[in-house]
């Protein structure tokens, strides 16, 4: 840890976000375990797990991985996994949807479309995961390695899968909320999409805004997702108060 | 323990009403003796996903045992019903009739909200002389898609035709869906009305059922835990 006021306000951000995300993560397994509908006990775990990998994903930087093949891999690991749980996130939110809605219609051919899109989703990370290695390898075996064109092409891959998949479900989750009677599940399903999108936008903030302002605003939505977050996985379900009166007279 | 028993009120002796179990042993042990009161309608509400429809359930399963005739109403496939049915420990031996949205006979649509009520009082008279249990999830759904006024005749009526006959309607409603005075208006027809709900103390977030009123029965103040699992469900009293 460094004296220098962008580390520090990066360490707190990080410190926060852990703290708020165990809290969510905490409180959707609770949760769960309160539903009876497989459905839904399934959102909520995936909502955990969500916030478990972001989690995890803060927590890394505190720790410095070795700058061998093992390491890079490892560094890597929990941006690909948070693609993968995102996507099971939002597939379980928009069966929830379907669900809820009294004519059960498919948003967007959703329910044809799932399967293909986890199979080529999947496929897209484990290509960009072998190229991560072998450029590694190569980096490690010594200066003047370049790496293959094929692990070149599997970046760019990668990104437009992850646009196009969780883009067009974005949408989907957009169309099955306007279609669900339940508010506490649209208000849920609308804080998901505002938290993958305050994600997206510190990602882009951080990339092309150079120097300490990027990082700094970058931070700044990344904890705004993460409370978002929090906030949709509070809305998985209506959480009532225990009335005092009703509570005294059973006694 | 007998689906149906007669409630003796120590005060005055004699029978004063019959009470047709919830299938749910526990539950029937709270409402002061083996369940709900014989022509009635009860309405549960509580959030999506929370086991209302487990409720609907084990009453049907209760009353299939036992020989009563059981209507399941629902917006849903039957094909989806039998699912959860399966996933709460119900295996699908034994079924009550339907009106589903598919896979039933008789279709449910709920843009025809007259046809539903028709087919239901219809497949209840046709057995008379039975005793006779509905359990139904449209009414969320038509409450939703049509004006309040009109939907409190509907249901005003359909109850009480159902109780002309020996007959308990359990209707599941979700809280979600409605203004509080949508679903406080509703709970009038109702001659019992029980919560399930997540409460949420501190950190702490408990499934706790409640029991708004009930025929017959004083007003049962506090809340009980239930659990749901696949071997059954119980309700127990709560600890604090």
Redesign the interface.
């Known amino acids: 840890m460094s004296g220098d006021p962008t580390y520090i306000i990066n360490d707190a951000s990080s410190i926060a976000q852990i703290v708020i995300l165990v ?1 969510g993560v ?2 959707a397994l ?2 769960r ?9 399934s959102r909520a775990l995936w909502s955990a797990f969500l916030m478990l990998v972001i989690a995890v994903t803060n927590a890394q930087f505190f720790f410095s991985f070795p700058n061998d093949v093992l390491g890079t891999v490892l560094g890597f690991a929990p941006f690909i996994a948070i693609i993968i749980v995102s996507f099971a996130f939002v597939d379980r939110s928009m069966l ?1 949807a379907v ?2 809605d ?3 219609r498919n948003p967007l051919h959703w329910l044809q479309l799932r399967i293909p899109a986890s199979v080529v989703l999947v496929g897209s990370a484990a290509l960009i995961f072998a190229a991560v290695t072998v450029s590694a390898q190569l980096a490690n075996s010594g200066p003047g390695t370049n790496a293959p064109i094929w692990a070149d092409l599997s970046y760019y891959q990668f990104f437009v899968v992850v646009v196009l998949i969780l883009g067009y479900a974005a949408i989907g989750l957009i169309v099955a909320a306007r279609r669900t ?5 649209r208000r849920s399903i609308r804080l998901l999409g505002l938290a993958l999108g305050s994600f997206v936008v510190s990602i882009v903030l951080s990339t092309i805004i150079p120097g300490d302002a990027g990082s700094i605003l970058g931070d700044v939505f990344t904890l705004l997702a993460t409370y978002v977050l929090y906030l949709s996985a509070m809305s998985l ?6 009335e005092k009166d ?2 005294a ?2 006694r | 323990m007998s689906c149906v028993n007669t409630l003796i009120s120590p005060a005055s002796g004699p029978a004063v009403s019959q009470l047709v179990s919830t299938g749910v042993v526990t539950l029937d042990q709270l409402l002061g003796g083996d369940g709900y009161p014989d022509r009635s309608a009860i309405l549960v509400v509580g959030p999506p996903g929370i086991g209302k429809e487990a409720l609907g359930y084990w009453f049907m399963r209760s009353g299939l045992v036992q020989g009563d005739y059981c209507l399941y109403a629902t917006h849903r496939p039957v094909s989806d019903v039998l699912r959860d049915m399966k996933g709460v420990g119900i295996e699908s031996d034994r079924v009550p009739d339907w009106i589903a949205s598919t896979g039933a006979p008789v279709k449910c649509d709920l843009r025809d909200p007259t046809a539903i009520s028709f087919n239901i009082k219809d497949a209840v008279h046709k057995n008379r002389g039975r005793r006779v249990r509905v359990a139904t999830d449209v009414l969320s759904p038509l409450l939703v898609l049509n004006p309040l006024e009109p939907m409190y005749s509907y249901w005003s009526q359909l109850v009480a035709d159902l109780k002309q006959q020996d007959s308990v309607l359990l209707a599941l409603a979700e809280d979600g869906m409605h203004p509080p005075n949508v679903l406080t208006t509703m709970e009038q027809l109702f001659d019992g009305v029980v919560e399930m709900r997540l409460y949420e103390e501190g950190l702490a977030i408990t499934p706790l059922f409640r029991v708004k009123k009930m025929l017959g029965l004083p007003p049962l103040h506090g809340y009980f835990r239930f659990s749901v699992t696949n071997t059954g469900m119980e309700v127990l009293p709560r600890v604090r």
């Open positions: 809290l905490y409180r609770v949760m375990r309160g539903f009876v509908d497989a459905t839904y006990r929830v669900r809820s009294f004519f059960h009677p339940d508010k506490t599940l379900t209506t959480l009532g108060r225990v009703a509570q007279a059973s």
